[in-house]
């Protein structure tokens, strides 16, 4: 199957600090790219959609300010954690979905995900 | 608008039990629906995937089938092993690929020997 890479996997940085945060998509492209944001034992919520060369979607909620997203190529976007305080301190995830294979049947692939721990 | 209702967990089993987690979704449109599984530290990964009333999603000896009429996609495994430990998302998304998941809260399950 397709391969959506995430790196770093862990990241600790010093509170105020920023972190970015790679997802590649690394043998298909992906016009869209989604970031989710995982708490301990909880479900992955949505953060943004993030659009190959336009502004990213922001869910209800989330700063854009503080959290920014570039999706500069077909299988590159960063999401830039800015001023980051330990209540960023979570799991980050990504997914895509392959160019032209946009049907029902269609699977997002997951990145293996980034666990950001601030202190 | 779209939302996913799981079991909570976790779910404790013996290996060689069977294994059900229950879900049920409401959605403005007419979803796919999809099993994923997560295990510790890592991202997501599609475990099965249904598409339309009726249809069975089918893989590695788990299943779960697309029930319009009580909105629910419960998987189902006969004979679990210790390496099913993980945690699993039902999750639904409504149009083709490019929209957005909606996830369930997950369902942490544990096997013990």
């Known amino acids: 199957g397709a391969v959506v890479s995430q790196h770093p996997s862990w990241v600790i940085c010093k509170s105020g600090t920023s972190v970015k945060i790679e997802c590649r998509s690394l043998?298909?492209?992906?016009?869209?790219m989604f970031w989710y944001r995982q708490f301990p034992k909880q479900s992955l919520m949505l953060m943004a959609t993030?659009?190959?060369?336009?502004?990213?979607?922001?869910e209800q909620g989330v700063e854009k300010d503080k959290f920014l997203i570039n999706h500069a190529s077909l299988t590159l976007s960063t999401l830039t954690v800015t001023s980051a305080h330990p209540e960023d301190s979570s799991f980050y995830i990504c997914?895509?979905?392959?160019?032209?294979?946009?049907?029902?049947?269609?699977?997002?692939?997951f990145g293996q995900g980034t666990r950001l721990t601030v202190v | 608008g779209n939302s996913v209702t799981q079991m909570e967990g976790p779910v404790t089993l013996s290996e060689e039990a069977f294994l059900t987690i229950n879900c049920t979704y409401t959605?403005?449109?007419?979803?796919?629906l999809f099993w994923y599984v997560q295990y510790p530290g890592e991202g997501l990964q599609l475990l099965l995937k249904?598409?339309?009333?009726?249809d069975k999603g089918s893989n590695k000896g788990f299943e779960a089938t697309y029930r319009k009429e009580t909105t629910s996609f419960h998987l189902e495994k006969g004979s679990v092993q210790v390496s099913d430990s993980a945690v699993y998302f039902c999750?639904?998304?409504?149009?083709?690929?490019?929209?957005?998941?909606?996830f369930g809260g997950g369902t942490r399950v544990l096997v013990k020997p």
């Open positions: 997914s895509a979905y392959p160019i032209g294979q946009g049907t029902k049947d269609t699977e997002a692939f």
């Open positions: 043998d298909f492209q992906a016009t869209t």
């Open positions: 993030s659009n190959e060369g336009s502004k990213a979607t922001y």
């Open positions: 959605a403005t449109g007419y979803p796919s």
């Open positions: 249904a598409t339309k009333a009726d």
């Open positions: 999750a639904l998304r409504v149009g083709a690929a490019g929209n957005k998941l909606t």
